[in-house]
């Protein structure tokens, strides 16, 4: 993978960096059967009132229909594409399975158009391969993790991202996540092999303001900005230090633990995230 920078022949061009589609993208236009329209909110609910600020405008995306649960099992998929999906930072691959259908999946690095692909329980653990935990070789680094059995991908989908198998133990299968966080994981649950692509996404930076707004984020008034009837951190005769960073409901933005310390499935951590 690789970015573009840009020579600084305006001020939104100095500080651009971007991704590399050529090469990398494969196909300009998304499979019609597997994209369904998306509509825009603007940080509305369905009253019509604004429940989420600073969200509007940006650019009309399609979403494409992508197969989380990689539950067709024993039907060899032929890589047609590698395509950029502006709802995610990961690329996208279409398969074509040898009995016609058509199923977009997350794109793993190293994953080539022309490669067969396949899921199940008597499928060799290569890059782009979904079988479950209980069949995975200890040290594997996987991505798109279910949660629970059937429910489809849920952990480590996003861009450059991947966990690793490190354990068995009874029913479960250890498992070290992205966050630095270690849990319990059953291993009838299914996982894709090899790391997600596009690792490059995170040295992107935009450039502009323009760019965030073509995202759908609108600008982001500060808190210490405000007037205090409408924000804890507002008021005051000049800019004031101190006082601790908190939300504008009171909460406190920075350490505030907000998991439920009775939730079910705190035993299944092992190791909390790290700091």
């Known amino acids: 993978m690789a970015v573009r920078k840009f020579k600084p022949t305006t001020p939104g061009q100095r500080h651009k960096i971007i991704g590399v589609f050529k090469g990398q993208i494969t196909a300009t236009t998304p499979e019609k059967s597997l994209t369904v329209g998306k509509r825009s909110t603007g940080g509305r609910n369905s009253s019509g009132h604004l429940s989420t600020r600073y969200r509007g405008g940006g650019h009309k995306r399609k979403l494409r229909l992508i197969d989380f649960k990689r539950n067709y099992d024993g039907v060899p998929a032929v890589v047609k594409s590698i395509e950029y999906d502006p709802n995610r930072s990961a690329r996208i691959a279409l398969l074509y399975y040898t009995d016609g259908s058509k199923a977009y999946i997350i794109a793993p690095n190293g994953l080539q158009v022309g490669q067969t692909v396949m899921s199940g329980e008597d499928v ?74 596009n690792s490059d996404h995170a040295l992107e930076s935009s450039g502009k303001a323009g760019r965030s707004r073509w995202l759908g984020r609108r600008p982001h008034n500060r808190g210490v900005v405000m007037n205090p009837v409408d924000h804890p951190m507002g008021g005051g005769e000049g800019r004031q230090s101190g006082g601790h960073p908190r939300s504008r409901t009171g909460l406190y933005a920075k350490g505030l633990k907000t998991r439920s310390p009775k939730k079910h499935s705190s035993k299944y951590i092992i190791e909390r995230r790290k700091k």
């Open 124 to 197: 060799a653990p290569e890059v782009g391969n979904t079988l479950p935990l209980a069949k995975i070789p200890v040290g594997t680094l996987i991505h798109c993790i279910e949660l629970r059995p059937g429910q489809g991908a849920c952990m480590a989908r996003s861009a450059g991202t991947f966990a690793q198998l490190t354990s068995r133990e009874g029913d479960y299968a250890i498992i070290k996540l992205p966050s630095g966080e270690t849990r319990k994981v059953l291993l009838t649950c299914r996982a894709t092999i090899g790391v997600v692509g």
